[in-house]
Protein backbone atom coordinates (compact mmCIF):
# COMPACT_ATOMS: atom_id res chain seq x y z
CA UNK A 1 0.00 0.00 0.00
CA UNK A 2 0.93 3.88 -0.85
CA UNK A 3 0.10 4.85 2.99
CA UNK A 4 2.49 6.59 5.12
CA UNK A 5 3.44 6.30 8.24
CA UNK A 6 4.20 9.12 10.58
CA UNK A 7 6.09 9.01 13.82
CA UNK A 8 5.48 9.72 16.72
CA UNK A 9 1.65 9.39 17.04
CA UNK A 10 1.97 11.87 20.06
CA UNK A 11 4.17 14.67 20.88
CA UNK A 12 3.62 16.73 23.94
CA UNK A 13 6.23 19.82 24.35
CA UNK A 14 7.11 23.11 26.16
CA UNK A 15 6.77 26.54 24.25
CA UNK A 16 10.39 27.93 22.77
CA UNK A 17 10.92 24.39 22.28
CA UNK A 18 11.25 22.35 18.46
CA UNK A 19 8.93 20.14 17.47
CA UNK A 20 10.24 17.15 14.96
CA UNK A 21 7.61 14.93 13.05
CA UNK A 22 8.80 11.88 10.57
CA UNK A 23 6.77 10.69 8.16
CA UNK A 24 7.75 7.11 5.82
CA UNK A 25 5.95 6.15 2.81
CA UNK A 26 6.48 3.40 0.65
CA UNK A 27 6.67 3.78 -3.41
CA UNK A 28 7.88 6.50 -5.25
CA UNK A 29 6.29 9.72 -4.67
CA UNK A 30 5.59 13.15 -7.54
CA UNK A 31 5.69 15.14 -4.60
CA UNK A 32 5.37 15.14 -0.62
CA UNK A 33 3.03 17.75 1.26
CA UNK A 34 2.32 18.46 4.86
CA UNK A 35 -1.11 19.44 5.98
CA UNK A 36 -2.13 21.00 10.02
CA UNK A 37 -5.36 20.45 11.29
CA UNK A 38 -7.23 22.18 14.30
CA UNK A 39 -9.40 19.77 15.85
CA UNK A 40 -11.55 18.48 13.74
CA UNK A 41 -11.49 21.13 11.60
CA UNK A 42 -10.58 21.84 7.74
CA UNK A 43 -6.77 21.02 6.63
CA UNK A 44 -4.51 23.59 5.74
CA UNK A 45 -1.93 23.06 3.66
CA UNK A 46 1.73 23.98 5.05
CA UNK A 47 4.74 22.92 2.48
CA UNK A 48 4.65 20.98 -0.68
CA UNK A 49 8.56 19.27 -1.52
CA UNK A 50 8.69 17.72 -5.03
CA UNK A 51 10.88 14.64 -5.63
CA UNK A 52 13.85 16.57 -6.53
CA UNK A 53 13.89 18.89 -3.30
CA UNK A 54 15.73 17.63 -0.24
CA UNK A 55 14.68 20.82 1.43
CA UNK A 56 12.60 23.82 1.72
CA UNK A 57 11.90 26.29 4.43
CA UNK A 58 8.62 28.38 5.17
CA UNK A 59 9.10 30.66 8.30
CA UNK A 60 9.48 28.36 11.21
CA UNK A 61 8.93 25.27 9.60
CA UNK A 62 11.45 23.08 7.90
CA UNK A 63 11.16 19.81 5.51
CA UNK A 64 13.30 17.58 4.14
CA UNK A 65 12.77 14.83 1.74
CA UNK A 66 15.21 11.79 1.44
CA UNK A 67 13.82 9.63 -1.26
CA UNK A 68 16.55 7.02 -0.88
CA UNK A 69 15.15 6.68 2.73
CA UNK A 70 11.54 7.24 1.47
CA UNK A 71 11.10 9.39 4.39
CA UNK A 72 10.36 13.42 5.29
CA UNK A 73 10.93 15.16 8.18
CA UNK A 74 8.59 18.48 9.53
CA UNK A 75 10.63 20.69 11.82
CA UNK A 76 8.88 23.37 13.79
CA UNK A 77 11.05 25.68 15.79
CA UNK A 78 10.23 27.96 18.65
CA UNK A 79 6.82 26.36 18.38
CA UNK A 80 3.84 27.94 20.28
CA UNK A 81 1.15 26.80 21.92
CA UNK A 82 -1.04 28.27 18.93
CA UNK A 83 0.84 25.11 16.76
CA UNK A 84 -1.36 22.84 18.72
CA UNK A 85 -2.96 20.47 16.46
CA UNK A 86 -2.74 17.08 14.25
CA UNK A 87 -0.17 17.12 11.08
CA UNK A 88 0.01 15.09 8.32
CA UNK A 89 2.04 13.96 5.54
CA UNK A 90 0.21 13.34 2.48
CA UNK A 91 2.09 11.32 -0.72
CA UNK A 92 1.18 12.10 -4.58
CA UNK A 93 2.62 9.42 -6.42
CA UNK A 94 2.04 10.61 -9.96
CA UNK A 95 1.38 8.73 -12.99
CA UNK A 96 -2.46 7.48 -12.95
CA UNK A 97 -3.31 8.64 -9.50
CA UNK A 98 -4.11 12.16 -11.49
CA UNK A 99 -2.87 14.01 -8.17
CA UNK A 100 -4.77 11.99 -5.29
CA UNK A 101 -3.26 12.40 -2.23
CA UNK A 102 -2.43 8.95 0.15
CA UNK A 103 -2.31 10.50 3.88
CA UNK A 104 0.08 8.82 6.75
CA UNK A 105 -2.14 8.74 10.08
CA UNK A 106 -0.47 11.93 11.85
CA UNK A 107 1.11 13.07 14.79
CA UNK A 108 -0.67 15.08 17.17
CA UNK A 109 1.06 18.26 18.74
CA UNK A 110 0.43 19.65 21.96
CA UNK A 111 2.61 22.84 22.63
CA UNK A 112 2.21 23.67 25.95
CA UNK A 113 2.68 26.76 27.67
CA UNK B 1 -8.62 35.24 -2.02
CA UNK B 2 -11.53 32.55 -2.46
CA UNK B 3 -11.26 29.35 -0.96
CA UNK B 4 -12.62 26.01 -1.68
CA UNK B 5 -16.06 26.64 -0.07
CA UNK B 6 -18.29 23.66 0.90
CA UNK B 7 -21.68 22.93 2.05
CA UNK B 8 -23.52 22.40 4.14
CA UNK B 9 -20.60 22.77 7.24
CA UNK B 10 -22.72 20.48 9.13
CA UNK B 11 -25.15 17.84 8.54
CA UNK B 12 -27.16 15.02 10.48
CA UNK B 13 -29.29 12.65 9.00
CA UNK B 14 -31.05 9.06 9.55
CA UNK B 15 -30.07 5.81 8.71
CA UNK B 16 -30.98 5.40 5.29
CA UNK B 17 -31.81 8.70 4.49
CA UNK B 18 -29.82 10.20 1.65
CA UNK B 19 -27.58 13.15 1.69
CA UNK B 20 -25.93 15.55 -0.85
CA UNK B 21 -22.68 17.33 -0.23
CA UNK B 22 -21.21 20.10 -2.23
CA UNK B 23 -18.09 21.78 -3.40
CA UNK B 24 -16.88 24.99 -4.99
CA UNK B 25 -13.27 24.91 -5.75
CA UNK B 26 -11.38 28.08 -6.49
CA UNK B 27 -11.74 29.49 -9.63
CA UNK B 28 -9.99 27.90 -12.54
CA UNK B 29 -9.14 24.95 -10.30
CA UNK B 30 -10.31 22.28 -12.65
CA UNK B 31 -9.65 18.76 -10.73
CA UNK B 32 -11.71 17.81 -7.64
CA UNK B 33 -10.77 15.23 -5.00
CA UNK B 34 -13.38 14.16 -1.93
CA UNK B 35 -11.61 12.39 1.15
CA UNK B 36 -13.85 10.99 4.31
CA UNK B 37 -11.82 11.14 7.43
CA UNK B 38 -13.42 9.25 10.21
CA UNK B 39 -12.79 9.90 13.99
CA UNK B 40 -9.40 10.18 14.92
CA UNK B 41 -8.08 8.92 11.12
CA UNK B 42 -6.59 10.23 8.33
CA UNK B 43 -8.37 11.12 5.35
CA UNK B 44 -9.27 8.55 3.40
CA UNK B 45 -9.55 9.31 -0.63
CA UNK B 46 -12.92 8.15 -2.01
CA UNK B 47 -12.93 9.99 -5.76
CA UNK B 48 -11.62 12.25 -7.99
CA UNK B 49 -12.55 14.45 -11.18
CA UNK B 50 -10.42 16.43 -14.07
CA UNK B 51 -12.17 18.31 -16.84
CA UNK B 52 -15.38 17.08 -15.47
CA UNK B 53 -15.03 13.31 -16.21
CA UNK B 54 -13.62 10.96 -13.15
CA UNK B 55 -10.41 10.72 -13.25
CA UNK B 56 -9.83 8.36 -9.79
CA UNK B 57 -11.44 6.22 -7.44
CA UNK B 58 -10.72 4.94 -4.12
CA UNK B 59 -12.40 3.30 -1.48
CA UNK B 60 -15.96 4.58 -2.21
CA UNK B 61 -18.98 2.89 -1.39
CA UNK B 62 -21.41 1.97 -4.23
CA UNK B 63 -24.27 4.26 -2.43
CA UNK B 64 -22.11 6.69 -2.54
CA UNK B 65 -21.96 8.85 -6.94
CA UNK B 66 -20.27 11.87 -7.11
CA UNK B 67 -20.17 14.32 -10.45
CA UNK B 68 -18.05 17.41 -11.74
CA UNK B 69 -20.22 20.09 -13.17
CA UNK B 70 -19.66 22.45 -16.57
CA UNK B 71 -18.85 25.58 -13.44
CA UNK B 72 -16.71 22.75 -11.58
CA UNK B 73 -18.19 22.03 -8.67
CA UNK B 74 -18.59 19.15 -7.27
CA UNK B 75 -21.38 17.50 -5.40
CA UNK B 76 -20.90 13.86 -3.35
CA UNK B 77 -24.29 11.87 -3.45
CA UNK B 78 -24.83 9.40 -0.39
CA UNK B 79 -27.57 7.06 -0.32
CA UNK B 80 -29.11 4.43 1.99
CA UNK B 81 -27.11 6.70 4.78
CA UNK B 82 -25.31 3.95 7.31
CA UNK B 83 -23.99 5.03 11.08
CA UNK B 84 -20.62 4.29 9.81
CA UNK B 85 -20.86 7.23 7.15
CA UNK B 86 -20.71 9.65 10.03
CA UNK B 87 -17.62 11.36 9.28
CA UNK B 88 -15.96 14.61 8.20
CA UNK B 89 -15.55 15.05 4.04
CA UNK B 90 -13.70 17.11 2.33
CA UNK B 91 -13.36 18.11 -1.34
CA UNK B 92 -10.08 19.57 -2.08
CA UNK B 93 -8.80 21.45 -5.52
CA UNK B 94 -5.85 22.00 -8.28
CA UNK B 95 -5.12 23.43 -11.40
CA UNK B 96 -4.20 20.70 -13.79
CA UNK B 97 -4.57 16.75 -12.02
CA UNK B 98 -0.69 15.95 -13.49
CA UNK B 99 0.10 19.56 -11.85
CA UNK B 100 3.47 18.91 -9.20
CA UNK B 101 1.41 21.48 -7.28
CA UNK B 102 -0.12 21.54 -4.08
CA UNK B 103 -4.43 21.26 -3.35
CA UNK B 104 -6.47 23.43 -1.79
CA UNK B 105 -8.81 21.99 0.67
CA UNK B 106 -12.39 22.84 2.05
CA UNK B 107 -13.29 23.51 5.34
CA UNK B 108 -15.13 19.98 5.42
CA UNK B 109 -18.48 18.82 5.91
CA UNK B 110 -19.72 17.04 8.94
CA UNK B 111 -21.94 14.55 8.42
CA UNK B 112 -23.53 12.58 11.74
CA UNK B 113 -26.03 9.72 10.98
CA UNK B 114 -28.45 8.85 13.43
Known sequence: SQQGEEDPQALSIQEGENATMNCSYKTSINNLQWYRQNSGRGLVHLILIRSNER??????????????????????TASRAADTASYFCATDWGGTSYGKLTFGQGTILTVHP | AAGVIQSPRHLIKEKRETATLKCYPIPRHDTVYWYQQGPGQDPQFLISFYEKMQSDKGSIPDRFSAQQFSDYHSELNMS?????????????????????????????TRLTVV
Open chain 1, 55 to 76: EKHSGRLRVTLDTSKKSSSLLI
Open chain 2, 80 to 108: SLELGDSALYFCAGKTGAHMNTEAFFGQG
